[in-house]
């Protein structure tokens, strides 16, 4: 099953509104990081907050962490057109010995203009 | 710095088949995270190379292997392609391992008749 779970999986607002996503997971975690996807396309790192930090900005992103509720929200402020993408969370993830970084499923945002 | 390359950008294979696919990380990057995206699985990780060696593992079959060269460049193989194998195979590379800010390639979209 998915570490990450995103919600809502879809979300479409007006340009200039704010826009908010939120991730939960299960297990402990030593970071948490938030990436976009334009249609079809490679992925883009948005933002990286450690476990021991509980609000990150960058630009017009929040990233907000809560290790007690294992969750995580990125608020994308006045929103625009070009922000129109997937937003994913992924978690670093120890598993048998391996680790790896999991994805959830994501959200998908759509801004109009 | 020139961004992560992947080729090829499209293939069409047909069941049965094999495909290898590669992948060029950004100028000092050592490891390279090999991802399946679909839209039932979402991103799902294959394996991670690191100095030539695999360091960490996803589950998926053993008809998905790869390997790193000593220029950090990377392939990867699936042979006896599927159906369910039409995906789009992203690969991400980074300076060093813990999965900290990752750098995707545009990915090669393979479709298996």
């Known amino acids: 099953s998915q570490q990450g779970e995103e919600d809502p999986q879809a979300l479409s607002i007006q340009e200039g509104e704010n826009a908010t996503m939120n991730c939960s997971y299960k297990t402990s975690i030593n970071n948490l990081q938030w990436y976009r996807q334009n249609s079809g396309r490679g992925l883009v790192h948005l933002i990286l907050?450690?476990?021991?930090?509980r609000e990150k900005h960058s630009g017009r992103l929040r990233v907000t962490l809560d290790t007690s509720k294992k969750s995580s929200s990125l608020l994308i402020t006045a929103s625009r057109a070009a922000d129109t993408a997937s937003y994913f969370c992924a978690t670093d993830v120890r598993q048998g010995g391996s680790e790896k970084l999991v994805f959830g499923k994501g959200t998908k945002l759509t801004v109009n203009p | 710095k020139a961004g992560v390359t992947q080729t090829p950008r499209y293939l069409i294979k047909t069941r049965g088949q094999q495909v290898t696919l590669s992948c060029s990380p950004i100028s000092g990057h050592r490891s390279v995270s090999w991802y399946q995206q679909t839209p039932g699985q979402g991103l799902q990780f294959l394996f991670e190379y690191f100095s030539e060696t695999q360091r960490n593992k996803g589950n998926f079959p053993g008809r998905f292997s790869g390997r790193q060269f000593s220029n950090s460049r990377s392939e990867m193989n699936v042979s006896t392609l599927e159906l369910g194998d039409s995906a789009l195979y992203l690969c991400a590379t980074g300076t060093s391992g813990r999965f900290n800010e990752q750098f995707f390639g545009p990915g090669t979209r393979l479709t298996v008749l």
């Open positions: 907050i450690r476990s021991n930090e």
